[in-house]
């Protein structure tokens, strides 16, 4: 199964969390998403959005600079 | 079972909208929160640019109060939309550049549209008469309701008591006994009412909920503004209103100084749209140029960023000076002295 990758390198909090929802708005229960992102707010604002929307993280990779987060879309959609 | 009616609560992350939803979610109503995002919003995140803010922990204050409700939380990109808004409010301006009775009703206005898609009953605000000068008063109200075009499907949970009843009044979803008639500026009611439903640790933003309200931000937007010669703006000019030190040594062009590591990475996203400059034989911050510039301003510049560098008292200092196409050549320049930078450089 594919990934939608999400560039949001450069943006700003909360914009990488609006890019990420927009992504996942198009997508079905289960697909995986991976968001780019240099804004180290995202560890905190993209899983908070996941649980209020029932997604899972699978995973945060920080880099010193660049971070990389993996969902996975839940059953509830957006 | 009949469905349970459904309300979209517009969710700033500071305590009213807070409480808002969470008395109509007490009422049985199904509640999904809405937060827009115009680019002056105060983020918690907004000083996460800077080195020394990176290690404390940070939180979207929406998101935040979307998980203390249970309740899913949309959050809306208005940055191109909400331009109109800032440059030409039809209900003028607060202190500053904050244009709040029009920003009131344009999200209102989006909170319509969006339940109107979505087949949503009502819209809830965490508004309180009296709370706040310009947007929050017994007479704007009315305004908010009609110019969005929500009318009577726009209820005020915190004072509704006051305020005429509303369509889900009318109808039962809610029991207009169970809403409040808070009013005035005291904070007691609402913090009386977190106690009560066990919220704690919930921002409380001073001023208001956007860089608008700034004093400082707005006189940097005005000279933005006044030196273009047009409102026009894009997302990277608010943006970088936020970051650096902001000089204009002439009326032709400013300088954005980085103050420490954090501020020069995130200036560096910009190398490709500005002149910019960084010493090369000190230590010293990016600094870029903002408007058309001549051979004599670079020369200026480069003196001014030799004053923010560590070579500040040597005799002489290298700078890189790159244009946005990438083009480099170095410069010996003489530091400013402190003397030389009148304070009226200052943004
Ligand atoms: S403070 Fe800013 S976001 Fe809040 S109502 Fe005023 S203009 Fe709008």
Known sequence: ?78 | MPQKPKAVALISGGLDSLLAARVALDQGVHVEGINFYTGFCVEGHTHAIRKQDRARPKRNNALWSAEQLGIKLHIVDIIEEYKDVVINPKHGYGANLNPCLDCKIFMVDKAREWIEEKGFDFIITGEVIGQRPMSQRKDTMPVIARDSGAGDRLVRPLCARNLPATLPETLGWLDRDKLYGFNGRSRKPQMALAEKFGFEDYAQPAGGCCFLTDKQYSVKLSDLWATRGTREYDLDDIMLLKVGRHLRPRPNFKVIVGREEGENRFLEGYRKRFVHMIPTSHTGPLVLLDGEVSADDIELAARLTARFSQGRDAEQVTIEVKQPGGDARSLDVVPLTADEIPAGWYI
């Open chain 1, 1 to 78: 199964m594919s990934t939608t990758v999400v560039d949001a390198r450069n943006l700003l909090c909360p914009l990488p969390v609006i890019r990420t929802q927009d992504a996942v708005v198009k997508l079905q229960p289960g697909d995986a998403v991976q968001v780019l992102c240099t804004d180290p707010g995202v560890v905190y604002d993209i899983p908070a959005w996941c649980r209020v929307h029932g997604h899972e993280v699978c995973d945060i990779n920080e880099q010193e600079y660049e971070i990389a987060i993996s969902i996975r879309v839940g059953e509830s959609g957006s």
